[in-house]
């Protein structure tokens, strides 16, 4: 059965670093793509950055773009986010998604990031 599981999230101030941290199984995940998304209370799920199943395509979201980096371990069947220099704004939860040319995806269940002072 697949599953994605976030974690590295928490509290964190205005101008701080998280690395977050979706670990997968029972999938193929060095086929799959994998994304980062986020959802503040009230608003739409948003991308917040994404990367291509060889690693070698990454996108961004505008509100991120130049603070964050995502990146992948195929050993590990991990995805990884860096986010720095954080915002107010950076407040959601986030989400691991793994997709697949097929039309296959899984989502994950979501790690809390809260940037307050």
């Known amino acids: 059965q697949a599953q994605l599981v976030e974690s590295g999230g928490g509290l964190v101030q205005p101008g701080g670093s998280l690395r977050l941290f979706c670990s997968a199984s029972?999938?193929?995940?060095?086929?799959?793509?994998m994304a980062w998304y986020r959802q503040a209370p009230g608003q739409e799920r948003e991308l917040v950055a994404s990367i291509g199943s060889l690693g070698d395509t990454t996108e961004y979201g505008d509100s991120v773009k130049g603070r964050c980096a995502i990146s992948r371990d195929d050993d590990k069947n991990t995805v990884y986010l860096q986010i720095n220099k954080l915002k107010f704004e950076d407040t959601a939860v986030y989400y691991c998604?793994?997709?697949?040319?097929?039309?296959?995806?899984?989502w994950g269940q979501g790690t809390q990031v809260t940037v307050s002072s």
């Open positions: 998604k793994a997709y697949h040319w097929s039309g296959k995806n899984f």
């Open positions: 029972g999938f193929t995940f060095s086929t799959y793509a």
